[in-house]
DNA sequence: GAACTAATTAACTATCTAGTGAGTTATGTC
DNA sequence: GACATAACTCACTAGATAGTTAATTAGTTC
């Protein structure tokens, strides 16, 4: 990759310049920098072998992001910035209580399949015992919409009396998070105990509707209804 | 810690010897390296700190086991046959199908929590991708039979019409482990996130419970059984 | 008690690695 | 077009780190 790639179309407004931009520079160190944190963990990436695949120098991780903790920590903000924006996108409001539980555990199980390298920065920072996240500004509000929207659905679910009352946003949460982190962050694990691949395209079906008929299970037991 | 701690009671038939002790010396590095690489991670901890904090030194860590890799593999297997032999103790095949899956759930919560240095073994070697512990020997047997209680008792379920059929062993297993792992391997990034400590004793009683309810209700979905 | 070998010690090294010193160039501003 | 400064380059370094060389000592065997 050369530094001079964007000047394939100088006809925009105020294109892309040659030589310097920063942005873009950042942007480079950044996108880099994630997927080798990602790869190789915090103490296991190499700041030359990360400046080696970016389009500038070693020189300028340290100028934008001051040491390896400071780029690392970049890394993770980014990377949760770019999971909010995406969940951000849903919307299950207009379905019934029980559809919505459904397509909010589907699309959790879509989700961390389809970003592998955002459940490996969690797996590592938590290895990490997150000393590095509570240092990231604001991420509390980040996530507070997703528990939202989990709220709204079972308050409807309770007033309709199809739901069970003596659960939490947060317990359905962490019962659909678990499950579909520990089938991506784990299968490694599993795959060697128990010779069975987890992420494996034969087993995905059954696995995707597995935890909706779990949670909906939950939330709809006999007795507690 | 002094290499001569175990002459406190020579009368023993064949006690301990004072200078010389190879089984000793191994174990003690095992275990500091163990409790070292639970702590920092493969990548991130030290040969030199390992040794420092051992009773012997460094040479006999290559001596023993080759190299850092070799020494890592050898806490990895240690730690499964560990945890393989406690979880040979627990006895639920005397249990009605129902209860024995809620003693299986729990005794899996309470020993998740006992252990979180192995599962923080568990989540540096998924970072790793599995490559170390592909290489240790006979660990699907070791797993094999907890796959087999589990399977026993979904298979008196169903004989006796309580539990439901188009799920497996491991579909289960899988659903315990993903519940109690991530509880104790994810909290640090969860109370970032929620402000939620899931390990904390206030919310002990309600989580534990939970997993044996979501089980149960899943096995026994009305509809379904 | 001599010979042998497993266990252990101490000092050493090549290489890697995060981080820096110091200067150079492009670009916007007046 | 001189000036200021943000963006960038290149060469360098102190210290950390995995791994080694080589000699020594404690038990074991006969």
Chains 1, 2 share one sequence.
């Not at 993770?76 to 951000?88: D, G, K, M, P, T």
């Not at 207009?94 to 592998?116: K, S, V």
């Not at 019962?175 to 089938?183: G, N, P």
């Not at 962050?185 to 992420?199: C, E, H, M, V």
């Amino acid at each position: 990759m050369t530094r001079s790639e964007t000047t394939g179309a100088p006809a925009e407004k105020q294109a892309a310049k040659r030589t310097r931009n920063p942005e873009k520079t950042r942007e480079n160190i950044l996108k880099v920098a994630m997927t080798e944190f990602a790869d190789k963990g915090l103490t296991g990436a190499r700041i030359d072998e990360i400046a080696a695949k970016t389009a500038t120098t070693k020189r300028m991780l340290y100028y934008y992001f001051g040491d390896k903790d400071g780029l690392y920590r970049a890394v993770l903000q980014r990377a949760y910035e770019e999971i909010r924006y995406e969940e951000s996108q849903l919307d299950v409001d207009h379905l019934e209580p029980a559809e919505a539980i459904r397509a909010l555990a589907e699309l959790t199980f879509d989700h961390h399949e389809a970003h592998p390298d955002f459940i490996r920065l969690v797996a590592i920072e938590n290895t990490n015992r997150g000393v590095n996240l509570v240092q990231a500004e604001g991420l509390p509000e980040t996530q507070a919409p997703a528990i939202r929207t989990l709220d709204r659905i079972l308050q409807r679910g309770q007033d309709a009396g199809i739901f069970r009352t003596d659960t939490t946003a947060l317990d359905i949460h962490m019962l659909i998070s678990s499950y579909c982190v520990f089938r991506v962050a784990n299968r490694y694990t599993f795959k060697a105990l128990f010779d069975w691949d987890l992420t494996g395209a034969e087993n995905r079906p059954h696995l995707r509707a597995m935890i909706g008929d779990v949670v909906l299970a939950y939330l709809q037991q006999p007795g507690k209804v």
